[in-house]
């Protein structure tokens, strides 16, 4: 049983830690679908992770915080919309200003506000999304196997977790069950086709990118009020382009980015598990070693040396309407 309370234990810090990278690979999946690139990920999640903060620690409301954070967010992806879709501009060199002004802009923020270094006070509980506990946990934890199962991984989970998964199966009934999908996945290969339509390439781009800005809202949200309890600078610490990553890797479909976020999750949580503990046959290893490896990961994804993705046709491209 040592054997399997080990397991346990690592899939229970595997999901906890895939939950910003599910919310925000799902973003990155409806932008990236409408044509839109999305390398701001990265600055949404980390302000949208502040912003939450501040005003959960001012009002003691984490859904109050949640909305902050969504706000903020959304704010976020209409400045991107605005240079990339709007005004035509280069969509990876507005993402990655978005990512710098909003690294800079929290850590000054957080200095002049709060005098602790860039980063928010402590929350209470009752401002933080805490754990919850499921019906029949007593009873299940005395069955074997499936007891453990159900009462620390299944159960005891706060509500973002819940919803990042039910955020799955949802993403995909939109793209693929609904108008709004057909039209969003149109977009992102054919411009020209829905415009010739009738349908304005704009407006749906736009409503790609404030959906993005929705989930990095709930994904810097969960990193500040529900996985900790403050905001600290910089605590976003790549999540956003492993999340590109992974999205590359799911060949830019809702289930396989699910898989491939509980795959980088599981690579941290072995990080996790592994400091101080030897290896057999080889003795303790760095603990360096261990936490590179979802960023190694991520190198050898975008690099493409694991298969082949092909983005959607029309990523990246400003569409310019044709008289």
Request: net charge positive.
């Amino acid at each position: 049983m040592e054997y399997y309370d080990i397991f346990i234990s690592v899939l229970s810090s595997t999901i906890r830690l895939s939950i910003p990278l599910i919310f925000t690979a799902l973003a990155g999946l409806f932008s990236e679908r409408a044509g839109v690139f999305d390398i701001g990920l990265e600055g949404k999640m980390l302000g949208s992770a502040f912003a939450a903060a501040c005003v959960a620690y001012l009002t003691g409301s984490p859904w109050l915080g949640l909305g902050a954070g969504i706000v903020c967010s959304v704010a976020l992806s209409f400045v991107h919309g605005f240079a990339s879709i709007t005004n035509r501009g280069n969509q990876i060199i507005s993402g990655v200003a978005i990512n710098f002004f909003v690294a800079g802009i929290t850590i000054v923020l957080g200095q002049a506000w709060f005098g602790q270094g860039g980063r928010t006070p402590q929350l209470a509980g009752d401002a933080r999304f805490t754990p919850i506990t499921l019906p029949g946990v007593d009873i299940m934890r005395e069955v074997p196997l499936i007891g453990p199962l159900y009462a620390n991984v299944i159960s005891g989970n706060n509500v973002l977790t819940y919803l990042a998964f039910l955020a799955v199966p949802l993403s995909w009934w939109i793209l693929y069950r609904t108008r709004f999908g057909l039209r969003l996945r149109a977009v992102g290969e054919n411009p020209g086709a829905v415009d010739t339509a009738g349908i304005s390439v704009t407006w749906l781009r736009y409503r790609a990118v404030v959906c993005a800005g929705i989930l990095c809202g709930f994904a810097g949200t969960y990193l500040a009020i529900a996985q900790s309890a403050a905001f600290i600078k910089d605590m976003s610490a790549g999540k956003g382009y492993i999340a590109l990553a992974a999205l590359v890797f799911a060949k830019w479909k809702p289930v396989p980015v699910m898989f491939a976020c509980l795959l980088f999750g599981f690579l941290d949580a072995l990080g996790n598990f592994m400091q101080g503990k030897p290896i057999p046959g080889i003795g303790e290893v760095p603990v360096q070693i261990f936490q590179a490896l979802p960023y190694i990961l991520t190198c050898v994804l975008l690099a493409g040396f694991i298969g082949k993705a092909i983005p959607p046709k029309a990523g990246g491209t400003p569409y310019v309407k044709e008289r």
